[in-house]
T-cell receptor, first 116, second 111 residues
Framework: EAEVAQSPRYKITEKSQAVAFWCDPI?????LYWYRQILGQGPELLVQ????????DSQLPKDRFSAERLKGVDSTLKIQPAELGDSAMYLC??????????????FGPGTRLTVL | GQQVMQIPQYQHVQEGEDFTTYCNSS?????IQWYKQRPGGHPVFLIQ?????EVKKQKRLTFQFGEAKKNSSLHITATQTTDVGTYFC???????????FGTGTRLQVTL
């Protein structure tokens, strides 16, 4: 069964350092999502791509976060510099992305980030 | 912005008891999805509802979308220990396929 891949699974960094997360969606999925999930809360959408284009990044802290999906396949989320409050689980999800439809989202295992 | 709240935040039941979680949106939704996240795991899609008043069943799980499309519920009959986890609703409004996840209800089931 096809799965969303993410790496690394765990990342410990010091504040002010740069970190990067990678996501490989299910083959053929046009829509890719990056979420941040703080312990005990629901996932919060950071950025949504349709193919290589950003559809929504209204909740992305653009002064320190950046995301790209250059060829419309895999994606990278970067934080620079990391702050203590960035400690969370970063989840990537993908969906078929059929126009005009809300599609089932498939989530990867996530990257747990700890900022010291 | 759109807010999606769930109650209760946490519920502890004995195996065999029923469980219900309620989801309320601040805005009218075009669809609602439900996800389950096991402890230490990632959200897994359960179901999608799109029609006003829609009711769907999956074995012991019953999902309902409110008439006004601003609320939803998930009811589990005769809970089992495998039902343990956090249940999230996620609402979509508009056409951009962006979902706003609810605050979640954590279910604990003991023998």
């Amino acid at each position: 069964e096809a799965e969303v891949a993410q790496s690394p699974r765990y990342k410990i960094t010091e504040k002010s350092q740069a970190v990067a997360f990678w996501c490989d969606p299910i083959s053929g999925h046009a829509t890719l999502y990056w979420y941040r999930q703080i312990l005990g809360q629901g996932p919060e959408l950071l950025v949504q791509f349709q193919d290589e284009s950003v559809v929504d990044d209204s909740q992305l802290p653009k002064d320190r976060f950046s995301a790209e999906r250059l060829k419309g396949v895999d994606s990278t989320l970067k934080i620079q510099p990391a702050e203590l409050g960035d400690s969370a689980m970063y989840l990537c999800a993908s969906s078929l992305g059929l126009a005009g439809h809300y599609n089932e989202q498939f989530f990867g295992p996530g990257t747990r980030l700890t900022v010291l | 912005g759109q807010q999606v709240m769930q109650i209760p935040q946490y519920q502890h039941v004995q195996e065999g008891e029923d469980f219900t979680t309620y989801c309320n949106s601040s805005t009218t939704l075009s669809n609602i999805q439900w996800y389950k996240q096991r402890p230490g795991g990632h959200p897994v899609f359960l179901i999608q509802l799109v029609k006003s008043g829609e009711v769907k069943k999956q074995k012991r799980l019953t999902f309902q979308f409110g008439e006004a499309k601003k609320n939803s519920s998930l009811h589990i009959t005769a809970t089992q220990t495998t039902d343990v986890g956090t249940y999230f609703c996620a609402g979509g409004a508009g056409t951009a396929s962006k979902l706003t996840f609810g605050t979640g209800t954590r279910l604990q089931v003991t023998l």
